[in-house]
Structure formats: C-alpha cells, structure tokens
C-alpha cells in the first residue's frame, strides 16, 4: 500500500504534496485503498465506526468510484475532483474515513474535460484528530 503512495506522490512538486499531506491524502488513500482490497462488508465489520453506514448498491458503487479515484490522486485538489458519484456518496465517502461534515462551497459553470458542471469544496474534520480537510467533487450539470 505506501509503495504504491510513494510512486503517485515522489513526482509531486513539494507544493502539490504539501497539499496532499495537509488533505491527510495518505490517511485517505490507505483507507481507500484498504476498503477496494477487503469490500464493503469486511470494511464495516473492522470499521471502528462499522462505516460504510449505508447498504445502498447505489451508494456502495459510488463509494467503490470514489477510493478508485483517490487512489489515483483524486479529490484533494480542485483541479482534480472526484467525478462521477453523487452528491449523497460523497458525503458516505468521506464519513467513511471518520470526517464529519462542517461546509460546502460550491463553483458553478465549471468545466472538467468538456463537461459543464458543479464542483463542491466541502470541509470536513476528522472525528478523532480533529485536522479539517477541504475535498473536492464534480457534479456534471444534467441534460436538458
């Protein structure tokens, strides 16, 4: 798991990992990476918290989307949101990890490789250490 960590982050410039550490991207991404290795039933029955709460398919794909995407780098920055899960996954994603919801800004008319969108800046703290955290996710604007 730090292999594959340490591969996405060495060719970071320092300021992007900087972000990254200030995010708790490695936390995030251990815990993303662990939940895509064992699943959402062994994950919630070693979980301190017994997350992922929800037994929705629809969430628990969505959750699935999301830790695929912070293992590629996603979320912690707003040039790179997670994409592709709705606004309901991306609060169960980030409760998951233990962050209790604090805010959400959000830009609208954003664009993500052509597509017009919505990108949520949601804040989050951590239950036990406390540390806020600022991830990001793209809603694509539905079809008229």
């Known amino acids: 798991m730090s292999d594959s960590l340490d591969k996405l982050m060495d060719p970071w410039p320092d300021d992007l990992q900087l972000l990254a550490l200030d995010a708790m991207f490695p936390y995030i991404h251990s815990k993303a990476a662990n939940y895509l290795e064992i699943g959402p039933d062994l994950y919630r029955e070693s979980d301190a918290f017994k997350q992922p ?27 790179a949101p997670i994409e592709a899960i709705s606004v309901a996954a991306s609060y ?9 919801f604090m805010s959400r800004k959000s830009s609208y008319g954003v664009f993500l490789a052509e597509q017009k969108g919505v990108v949520d800046h949601m804040t989050f ?8 955290v600022t991830w990001h996710f793209f809603t694509p604007k539905k079809k008229d």
């Not at 169960?92 to 209790?100: G, I």
């Not at 703290?125 to 806020?132: D, E, F, G, N, V």
């Open 125 to 132: 703290s951590h239950l036990m250490q406390k540390q806020m």
């Open 53 to 79: 709460k929800s037994l929705d398919p629809i969430i628990l794909e969505d959750l699935q989307k999301g830790c695929m995407q912070i293992i590629e780098g996603k979320g912690f920055r707003k040039d």
């Open 92 to 100: 169960a994603l980030m409760e998951m990890f233990h962050f209790r």
